[in-house]
């Protein structure tokens, strides 16, 4: 006997054995006998070598203690990174004024957090303040000699507050350059196109740390005598430069892969050369390079560290120098391993945000 109703019944449940991590388990780590052996073979190895990494950091470490003698339990001795933690992340910039690089992070992140938040309102003011008011603000902040802030020089910078300046510094002056000189190197107009051509190769062609000695040493002896430059100047200009010519390529990588039908739309419109490329092939061209603009800010990012060739103390030589003191003798392993935390937690950020950017903007890209 049939039952006829009118009411909807409820959708029911997907099969247990299609969803969650079971089934996840089953389609891509049991699938097949062999993949299960894998798979168990895997577990295992991986455990095997976690474990005496978890003893090590954990489970033995010391966490208490004023010199490395007061750390006896055999694991690592995280004592010296949490003695030595202000200098690794301001160098020697006065104890007193450290609460000045405070507010200049802080001001950072929160214009950095509106600006990637999706529903952030009048963004296009916000990034205007972080691209041309927020550099004078970090200036003064950090260097003072303004509004009764006690001068600080660049010599005192250090750790990872001239790592993240170099690096900032770099990838918000190297973009701009470097899309010009991509634009360029595609011109029509031959004396642009050669001068391009001949600066994108010639930085491509030397290493990031022959730039930076050469800025650093041989770059005075050309200026009139009495000229100066701060050591930091020189080295921001230096790995501008450098970083610029590499974004140059990976821009024209870009310009190239956009279809011809793009630039004749734009003529078709009557729009000028700079509004057909501001309005029409930029936009697109940015979009499919995110990957490797964002692999040059992570290689700038890391090569910062290079800096220490002209006596600059980032993150890692200030590491270096903090494990040389003859109290904590023996605790490069503990400082290099938090170095590479650090490093590892702004790469993988600014890798996981691109990978966010590529699927917001993933429109397509057809022919």
Not at 205 to 228: C, H, N, R
């Amino acid at each position: 006997m049939a039952i006829i109703t009118e009411k909807a019944l409820p959708s029911l449940p997907p099969p247990a054995h299609t969803v969650g991590f079971k089934a996840w388990a089953k389609q891509n780590l049991f699938a097949t006998p062999t993949n299960s052996v894998i798979t168990v073979l895997m577990v295992l190895f991986i455990l095997w070598a976690l474990i005496p990494v978890v003893q090590w950091a954990f489970i033995d470490a010391d966490w208490a203690g004023t010199k490395r003698t007061d750390c006896t339990s055999g694991g690592a001795c995280w004592a010296f990174t949490l003695v030595r933690f202000n200098q690794f992340i301001y160098g020697f910039y006065p104890e007193a004024e450290q609460w000045r690089v405070n507010v200049a992070a802080l001001i950072l992140a929160v214009g950095l957090g509106l600006l990637m938040y999706k529903k952030t309102p009048a963004k296009a003011y916000i990034g205007l303040f972080m691209v041309i008011i927020y550099p004078v603000i970090a200036f003064i902040l950090l260097r003072g000699g303004f509004f009764d802030l006690p001068v600080v020089e660049t010599s005192k910078w250090g750790g990872l507050t001239l790592t993240l300046v170099l690096s900032i510094v770099g990838i918000v002056a190297s973009l701009p350059l470097g899309i010009l000189l991509a634009l360029g190197r595609r011109s029509e107009l031959p004396i642009i196109r050669s001068l391009c051509i001949a600066f994108i190769e010639l930085w491509r062609g030397v290493p990031l740390i022959t730039v930076l000695f050469m800025a650093s040493v041989m770059l005075p002896l050309f200026l009139p005598e009495g000229t100066s430059f701060d050591k930091l100047l020189r080295a921001l200009i230096g790995i501008t430069l450098f970083e610029a010519a590499y974004l140059a390529e990976v821009v024209r990588s870009g310009l190239q892969a956009i279809p011809k039908g793009q630039y004749e739309a734009g003529k078709a419109l009557g729009l000028s050369y700079w509004q057909s490329t501001g309005l029409v092939i930029l936009p697109q061209a940015l979009k499919l390079v995110i990957p490797g603009i964002v692999n040059t800010f992570i290689s700038l990012f890391k090569d910062t560290s290079l800096v220490m060739i002209i006596g600059l103390f980032d993150l890692l030589n200030i590491v270096q120098i903090a494990a040389a003191d003859p109290i904590w003798l023996g605790s490069q392993v503990e400082g290099f391993v938090f170095a590479a935390i650090v490093y590892w937690m702004f790469c993988f950020g600014m890798s996981r945000y691109s990978q966010y950017l590529e699927r917001q903007l993933n429109t397509g890209h057809k022919r």
